[in-house]
């Protein structure tokens, strides 16, 4: 039987290993896995109704360590 692979647990994976990726790069001292780039917006949107305020903002950090942790995952995937 040929199993399939769900592309939802391969999305699930690339987040839990950017989140532990950047999580073992914030508690190391090695200075090239901190090393990286911050993406999206500097200041949040802010959309004032009267009656509702919505505040929107989002930014990525991507680190040496995230990529790390995103391609062993890739490998857990393609191992399952």
Same mark, same amino acid.
């Given at each position: 039987?040929?199993?399939?692979?769900? +592309?939802?647990?391969?999305?699930?994976?690339? #987040?839990? $290993?950017?989140?532990? /990726? $950047? %999580?073992? $790069?914030?508690?190391?001292?090695?200075?090239?896995?901190?090393? /990286?780039? =911050? %993406? +999206? #917006? =500097?200041?949040?949107?802010?959309?004032?109704? $009267?009656?509702?305020?919505?505040? %929107?903002?989002? =930014? !990525?950090? !991507? =680190?040496?360590?995230?990529?790390?942790?995103?391609?062993?995952?890739? #490998?857990?995937?393609?191992?399952?």
């Amino acid at each position: 039987m040929m199993k399939s692979k769900s +592309g939802w647990a391969l999305l699930l994976l690339i #987040l839990a $290993g950017i989140v532990i /990726g $950047g %999580f073992i $790069g914030d508690l190391t001292n090695i200075s090239w896995l901190k090393y /990286g780039q =911050t %993406f +999206g #917006l =500097t200041s949040p949107i802010i959309l004032d109704l $009267g009656v509702l305020v919505i505040t %929107f903002a989002l =930014t !990525i950090r !991507i =680190t040496i360590a995230s990529i790390l942790g995103i391609i062993i995952a890739i #490998l857990i995937y393609r191992l399952l």
